[in-house]
């Protein structure tokens, strides 16, 4: 069963500068329309053949992109009556910036289901050590939700790198050892730093999406995943609609079967295999 962990929901009223003036260099494939404006038919054909997938909004007032959580509690009824077979749960996004953030978290997990919290303090505008940020890691703990964090490098002008080091996340799983985190895209470009925390933090994970696109960056971050014993709670996921499950699928098998001919630690064919079909829902703590 392959879970894509990683699917964003958006249209154009939910963005405007500096993030719309940035995305479009995220693919060098899709047309902006693509890009800008996700319908349930066409994320449902996006993560194709995934059988589970998570989907969520981003909330950055800081970058210019603002997604209503009820949006995508409605976003994931409509792929649900669209897909047979697959089941796709919604994680909310909060902005830490906001003063209602916890109270925003509180009634998207009470009455609108969202599994999970997305966040991006540098889309953000602020750091994950902020007092701000710590208060929506402490209530996450608390109610027993996950958060995918994007802690790595980013497109738009909005926020500031140092705040982006994957390194940082060690303050936070020493503060809330139950949060389980998940760094997405392997905390690009620093993977190392990702797989350090991973090591030392047993609810810290990451995501292998986007880099594909970058198969330096993704042979170097399998690698060190694997030398350093975390390479099991690495999740697949696509970063759809950037880039299709089944896209993310090929890049990650490309990319492996070039490591099987050069690399000094290369993933074996049993490994990927493991990677794609991860039981990520379970890992998560995620009910179905």
């Not at 080091?165 to 730093?193: C, K, Q, S, T």
Request: charged share 20%; hydrophobic share 45%.
């Amino acid at each position: 069963m392959i879970t894509d962990v990683h699917t964003h929901f958006w249209t154009p009223g939910h963005q405007g500068p500096p993030w719309s003036d940035g995305i479009g260099r995220v693919s060098r494939t899709l047309a902006s329309d693509q890009l800008d404006h996700v319908t349930a038919e066409s994320y449902t054909a996006n993560v194709a053949p995934a059988e589970r997938s998570i989907v969520f909004g981003l909330q950055a007032h800081a970058a210019g992109i603002v997604v209503p959580n009820d949006e995508v509690a409605a976003f994931v009824r409509k792929v649900g009556a669209l897909s047979t077979g697959r089941r796709t749960v919604g994680f909310m996004s909060v902005d830490p910036t906001q003063h209602g953030a916890v109270a925003e978290i509180e009634r998207c997990h009470a009455d609108l289901g969202l599994r999970g919290i997305k966040l991006g303090p540098v889309y953000q505008g602020t750091s994950p050590l902020h007092p701000q940020t710590l208060r929506v890691f402490k209530t996450a703990e608390r109610l027993g939700l996950p958060v995918m964090i994007h802690q790595g490098a980013i497109f738009a002008n909005a926020g500031r790198l140092a705040d982006s080091v994957p390194l940082l996340l060690d303050d936070v799983a020493i503060a809330f050892p139950n949060l389980r985190i998940v760094v997405a895209h392997m905390g690009h470009p620093w993977v190392y730093e990702t797989a350090v925390v991973m090591r030392r933090h047993a609810n810290v994970y990451a995501d292998t999406s986007a880099i594909p696109s970058r198969p330096t960056v993704l042979a170097t971050a399998l690698a060190a995943a694997k030398e350093y014993g975390v390479l099991p709670k690495v999740l697949f996921g696509s970063d759809s609609p950037m880039v299709t499950t089944q896209g993310a699928i090929d890049g990650l098998r490309a990319v492996v079967a070039r490591m099987q001919l050069v690399a000094y630690t290369p993933l074996t064919d049993e490994e990927l295999n493991d990677l794609l079909h991860r039981p990520s829902f379970e890992l998560l703590g995620i009910d179905e």
